[in-house]
C-alpha cells in the first residue's frame, strides 16, 4: 500500500492492527481492540478506517502503549514520551480522560475507557485470536456491546449485529 502524502493518513487494514498488536504484545502492554476491527474478528463486517484499542490507565502502561506505537511508521507517539498520564486534560483532570488518537501513517485510536468502561471493567470479556501467528487481544461479543450503549447511529447499528450473533451463538449452544 502506498504511503500517504506528509499530513495524511491512509484507511487502516487487517495487516496493521497485527503490527499495533505485535508492538503493544512486544512491550507487554494491557490493551484491548474494540470498535470495527474486533467486530470483523467476530465475523461481523463493518466498515472502519481505524484501530480502536483500550488500555490499562496506568503510568508503565501508558509508558509501554506509547513507546511500542513511536515504533510506527511516522513515530506519531514519540511527542509523548515521558508523559506517565497522557489522558490528563489541561485542567489536570483525569476523572473522565479521553481518546488520544494517534495520526501515524493510519489512525489508531487509544482510551483508556470505552462507554464509561475502563480496561479493569472489559478484562473479563477479553479474548485472544489468532492473526498470522501473532495473537491479539479483543473484546468478545458480549463486552462489545457493553462498549455499544451510545447515541451514535454507528453504535446503534453496531448493537443490533452483535445482538443477532449473540442470538446465533446462544442457538447452536442449544
Known sequence: MPKPAPGHTRPATW???ETVAALLEQYRVDYVLIGGYAL????????TT????V??????N????IAALGHLPDGATKVLEGDAEPFRTDDGATEEPGTIRVL????VDV??????LTY???EPFIGRVEGNGNAINVLNLDGLLLTKRGVRPKDQGDRVLIERALAMQRQRKR
Open 104 to 107: 501515524d501513517e493510519f489512525v
Open 111 to 116: 482510551m483508556p475507557a470505552a462507554c464509561a
Open 62 to 65: 501508558n509508558a509501554g502503549w
Open 15 to 17: 495487516a496493521d492492527v
Open 40 to 47: 470483523q474478528a467476530h465475523g461481523i463486517t463493518r466498515a
Open 50 to 53: 481505524d484501530i480502536d484499542i
Open 120 to 122: 479493569e471493567d472489559l
Open 55 to 60: 488500555v490499562r490507565n496506568s503510568p508503565a
